[in-house]
C-alpha cells in the first residue's frame, strides 16, 4: 500500500487525538485543579515542551494569536508545572481511552502499527512531537492506543507548521483558510486576511507535509498498513 493512501485512510487520527481536550470529564479535572478547559488545554498540550517561555510554544503550536497564548500559558504555569500538566491532560486522555475502546479489536496491532511510524522520524525541527514522543506509553492497550494516536496527531500537526514555513505561509493566514469560522477561538478580533497566492501556498505545504511524511510511512509492512487503517476506523467509531 502507498504511503499516501495509508495517510489519507487514517485522516481521522487528527480526531482521535484530540478527542478528550473538551469533554466534561477533562474540563472537570482540569477545575479540580484550578485550571479553566482552554488553560488546561494549553498547560497540557504544550507542558510537554517544559518550562519554557510563552513564545516556544506558540512556535510550536502555530495558529493562535501570540497574546492569547501569552496570556493562558503564563498564567496556568503560574498554577502548575508545566510537565506534571501535561501528564495529568494526558491521562484524561487515557481515561477516555480506556471506556471507549475496552471492547475495540486490533488495539495492539494498531500500537506496533503506529509506534513503527512514530519511532522512524528522526524529530530535528519537530519540537512538539518528539516531546510528546518523549511521554511514557500506557501499558494497556487502549490507552496506549489513545497516547499514539496523539503522538501521530502531533507529527502530522508539526510537520504541517514545518511546511508552512518552508513555503513561506504565515500561520495565522493558514488558520483563516483552513478554518475561518474559528476566529475568536483561536484569539483573533478579526479574521486574518488571505489572497489567492496564500491558498496555493497552502496547498503546496499541503502536499510538502506529506512528501516529508512518506518516509515514516513507507516502513509500515502490508500488515501493518491495514492495522493501522482498521484501527483508526475502530477507534473513530467508538468514539463517534
Same mark, same amino acid.
Do not use: Q
Given at each position: 500500500m502507498e504511503p499516501a493512501d495509508i495517510m489519507r485512510a487514517t485522516e481521522d487520527i487528527a480526531h482521535i487525538g484530540s478527542a478528550f481536550y473538551f469533554i466534561p470529564e477533562t474540563v472537570e479535572v482540569g477545575k479540580a485543579h484550578g485550571l479553566g478547559g482552554f488553560r488546561f488545554y494549553f498547560l497540557g498540550r504544550g507542558g510537554v515542551l517544559g518550562d519554557v517561555d510563552a513564545d516556544v510554544v506558540?512556535?510550536?503550536?502555530g495558529y493562535f494569536q501570540p497574546g492569547?497564548?501569552?496570556k493562558l500559558w503564563d498564567s496556568s504555569v503560574a498554577v502548575m508545572a508545566p510537565r506534571d500538566g501535561a501528564? /495529568?491532560?494526558? @491521562?484524561?486522555?487515557?481515561?477516555?481511552?480506556?471506556?471507549?475502546f475496552a471492547d475495540v479489536s486490533g488495539l495492539d496491532a494498531f500500537v506496533d502499527a503506529s509506534t513503527t511510524v512514530i519511532q522512524s522520524?528522526?524529530?530535528?525541527?519537530?519540537?512538539?512531537f518528539v516531546a510528546m514522543r518523549?511521554?511514557?506509553?500506557?501499558?494497556?492497550?487502549?490507552?496506549?492506543?489513545m497516547h499514539q494516536a496523539i503522538v501521530l496527531r502531533e507529527l502530522r500537526g508539526s510537520v504541517h507548521l514545518l511546511a508552512h514555513t518552508a513555503v513561506? /505561509?504565515?500561520? @495565522?493566514?493558514a488558520h483563516s483558510i483552513r478554518r475561518p469560522n474559528d476566529t475568536a477561538f483561536f484569539g483573533y478580533e478579526v479574521a486574518p486576511d488571505f489572497a489567492d497566492a496564500d491558498r496555493e501556498l497552502w496547498d503546496r505545504a499541503e502536499s510538502l507535509t506529506d512528501e516529508i511524511l512518506t518516509p515514516a510511512y513507507a516502513t509500515l509492512s502490508e500488515d501493518q498498513a491495514h492495522a493501522l487503517i482498521d484501527g483508526t476506523?475502530?477507534?473513530h467509531a467508538a468514539l463517534s
Open positions: 506558540r512556535s510550536a503550536f492569547l497564548v501569552r501528564r /495529568l491532560y494526558l @491521562s484524561c486522555a487515557y481515561d477516555l481511552g480506556r471506556r471507549k522520524v528522526e524529530g530535528a525541527s519537530l519540537p512538539l518523549a511521554e511514557p506509553v500506557p501499558t494497556d492497550a487502549p490507552a496506549a492506543a513561506g /505561509l504565515n500561520t @495565522s493566514r476506523s475502530a477507534m
